[in-house]
Every structure is written in C-alpha cells, then in structure tokens.
C-alpha cells in the first residue's frame, strides 16, 4: 500500500499502517509458523514465527495477533486440522494429505486455504510426525496426547458411574473412586 496517495493522513495513522504493513511481510516468510517443538506443537502462548516471537497474556491476544499479522484471510483451526491429518498417517501421499484437510472445512473456509500453504506444510511437518510415528512404534511410552485422551476417558467413565449410582442405576460395589 502506498501512502503517499492519502495526503491528509496524519502521522500516527501513517505508522500504525506502516507497523501493520511490517508485521504482514513479517508473518509471510516463511509462511508458517516455524517455532514448533520437536511434537509438531505450536508455542502456548507466543507468535509461532520465529522472527516475531510477541507473547501474549491470553489465547484470544495471541489469535487477534495471527488474524491482523498473516498476509491472508485466517482460517480457524489450519494447525491442528492438519497436524491431525499427518499425525494419524505419517505416510500419507500430499494428494491425500490435501483430500484430507480440505474435507475437513466448509467450502466458505476451504476457499482461503492455497495449495501452496498445505504444501508447504505438508513438506515441512510430514517428515517429523513420520520420524515421530516411527520412534513411538518402537518405544514403550505413550505420547502426551494419548495420556491426556486416556485421562479424559477415565474420568468421564468415573463420572458417569457417579452419576448412574445417583439415580441407583448400578451397585456401589462397581463403582471406583
């Protein structure tokens, strides 16, 4: 955007859109976030550019950052649809890999995604989530998120039993606690 074509912009709107011009070029190369861990994760609270790296005190600061800061129209949840797809079959072709994500959004959504950006996601995350794949085959830890479903699962069956015992639906002799 040229500036020079608004003469009777004032100096503060002129470097607030200088600013916003910045972080855009800033948020375009590389055109995913690259401060991820070795899990594929995106930092908790922090911008997942490298270059960036602004820490916010809320997720909804750090989206409302994303939303302004990328050169495109933001698609919610772009991430983890993707790192879902990958993670469950590291050995996915990049034909299947883009069936796969794209059927995951509603058309609306699904026309603000470019091929170039599941590429190069695709390119730059199938690698680690295959060598991830092929290290917990061979090892006998379970990973975090398998923990956390697990844990997830335990307690909505305790629940429920608490909750069958209430209305007298079961004996307390099964019920843990």
Not at 48 to 64: H, N, P, Q, T, V
Not at 152 to 160: A, G, P, Q, V, Y
């Amino acid at each position: 955007m040229s500036l020079h074509i608004f003469p009777d912009i004032t100096p503060r709107t002129k470097e607030k859109l200088m600013e916003e011009k910045a972080m855009r070029r800033l948020h375009a190369d590389p055109p995913l976030p690259d401060d991820v861990d070795e899990h594929g994760n995106l930092p908790e609270l922090k911008c997942g550019w490298k270059k960036c790296g602004k820490e916010f005190k809320s997720r909804d600061a750090l989206m409302a950052h994303v939303r302004k800061c990328i050169p495109h129209p933001f698609v919610g949840r772009f991430h983890i649809n993707c790192k879902n797809v990958l993670e469950n079959d590291p050995e996915i072709t990049l034909d299947e890999f883009l069936q796969r994500v794209m059927d995951c959004y509603e058309a609306e959504d699904a026309e603000h995604i470019e091929r170039k950006e599941l590429v190069t996601y695709y390119n730059q995350f199938q690698p680690l989530f295959k060598n991830h794949h092929f290290h917990e085959k061979h090892s006998d830890h379970i990973n975090e998120s398998a923990k956390e479903m697990a844990e997830i699962l335990f307690n909505f069956r305790i629940e429920s039993q608490k909750h069958l015992a209430a209305q007298n639906m079961i004996p307390d002799q099964f019920i843990i606690s």
